[in-house]
């Protein structure tokens, strides 16, 4: 059996697995809380927010998440739907200035057989992508390496959203707010 050495992951392996604060829909609750930075929330506007994947496939995986609490993609209404597509082009710009990927794949995994971990609040999964990010790791030894820890990914980001034209940020703590017309 081949070893990686990747020290900087115990960070990651002694997290705390689970938030005592939720007790049920987590995209529900962790906004409401007073704690973006420590929950990975990086981003708000009126009908949504941005927060990075605990699990994520790459660095810089992001979810824009609609506040509405639904599975299915028609309950948005018009408002909430403009709102989180202009959060997902905000995104794109922030994590294309924070992390220069190559490209990126996004999508909602929707419905019970589509896989996603969480299928009863719908979330756009937002994954930056560079050539020659899939290796053998993944393809061979069903291993994915992250090559950055979620809180310089999340510094990173957070600066690219704050410099975009009409965010405010509240303070250091706070994810970035926008107001869309």
Not at 6 to 11: E, F, G, L
Not at 38 to 50: D, T
């Amino acid at each position: 059996m081949d070893q990686v050495f990747a020290p900087w992951r115990i960070d990651w392996i002694k997290r705390d697995k689970g938030n005592p604060e939720v007790e049920d829909c987590v995209f529900c609750e962790l906004p409401a809380l007073d704690t973006d930075r420590e929950n990975l929330i990086v981003a708000r506007s009126e009908h949504a927010f941005v927060m990075f994947n605990n699990y994520p496939y790459n660095p810089g995986h992001a979810m824009v998440i609609p506040h509405a609490h639904t599975g299915d993609y028609t309950d948005l209404d018009g408002e909430q739907l403009l709102d989180h597509a202009r959060l997902k082009q905000r995104t794109f710009d922030a994590l294309e200035a924070g992390l220069e990927p190559d490209g990126f794949n996004a999508g909602l995994n929707l419905g019970d057989g589509a896989g996603g971990s969480i299928d009863d609040h719908l979330h756009t999964h937002v994954v930056p992508r560079w050539e020659g990010d899939t290796n053998f790791m993944p393809v061979i030894s069903d291993t994915t390496v992250i090559v950055e820890a979620l809180e310089e990914t999340y510094e990173r980001v957070r600066d690219a959203f704050a410099e975009q034209a009409g965010a405010t940020v509240p303070d250091e703590d706070s994810a970035v707010v926008f107001e869309f017309e």
